[in-house]
């Protein structure tokens, strides 16, 4: 079975660009987050999606949206760059979303440098 | 509001001793408590989780983990380490209400 996937797997960008990053869940899967991961901490909530909807959002400005489509995969979009968004971006799926012991697949992440 | 403290941000340890970890949570509901393991330039991998059928949890590779309400506690230990064991390792914390919280990593090095 193909996991989780993600792409690109590398980005520069600069400063008051747009990136949009690509996640694909396993298949079966109906739900996706996305994290970010600055270095040295650990991942950070953003959104969570299931059956195309919002489930969940962390906290992040307005300037990050994501949407899901028919299909379960999805795109996390970032407007206006700041220095401060570069880092590992991380996709999870799973098969019914977050609720109790859902467990989450993650994808190897998309490393995103704003320059 | 739900938070997840990882004690530790560093672990040393030799090669066949054994491996704590420690981890602390905080939440409203009833918790969902995993452990990751991400290696260098790898993708986060789960050792186990935490389904309220038990408190003693087993994972893979040689984890396991209790879950200890009273303390608010989700401590991963391993009798003994092997160098391939040297990651990064993540307590996570999920709730009904749809997020994730991940605590802040604990890296563990193991001496040969």
């Known amino acids: 079975d193909t996991g989780v996937t993600q792409s690109p797997t590398h980005l520069i960008k600069t400063r008051g660009q747009q990136v949009t990053l690509r996640c694909s869940p396993i298949s079966g899967h109906k739900s996706v987050s996305w994290y970010q991961q600055v270095l040295g901490q650990g991942p950070q909530f953003i959104f969570q999606y299931y059956e195309k909807e919002e489930r969940g959002r962390g906290n992040f400005p307005d300037r990050f949206s994501a949407r899901q489509f028919p299909n379960y995969s999805s795109e996390l979009n970032v407007n206006a760059l700041l220095l401060g968004d570069s880092a590992l971006y991380l996709c999870?799926?799973?098969?019914?979303?977050?609720?109790?012991?859902?467990?989450?697949?993650f994808g190897p992440g998309t490393r995103l440098l704003v320059l | 509001a739900q938070s997840v403290t990882q004690l530790d941000s560093h672990v040393s340890v030799s090669e066949g001793t054994p491996v704590l970890l420690r981890c602390n949570y905080s939440s409203s509901y009833s918790p969902s408590l995993f452990w990751y393991v991400q290696h260098p330039n790898k993708g986060l991998q789960l050792l186990l989780k935490y389904t309220s059928a038990a408190t003693l949890v087993k994972g893979i590779n040689g984890f396991e983990a209790e879950f200890k309400k009273s303390e608010t506690s989700f401590h991963l230990t391993k009798p003994s380490a092997h160098m391939s064991d040297a990651a990064e390792y993540f307590c996570?914390?999920?709730?009904?209400?749809?997020?994730?919280?991940f605590g802040d990593g604990t890296t563990l090095t193991v001496k040969p």
């Open positions: 999870a799926s799973s098969f019914a979303g977050l609720a109790g012991t859902e467990t989450q697949y």
């Open positions: 996570v914390l999920n709730t009904n209400a749809g997020k994730s919280t």
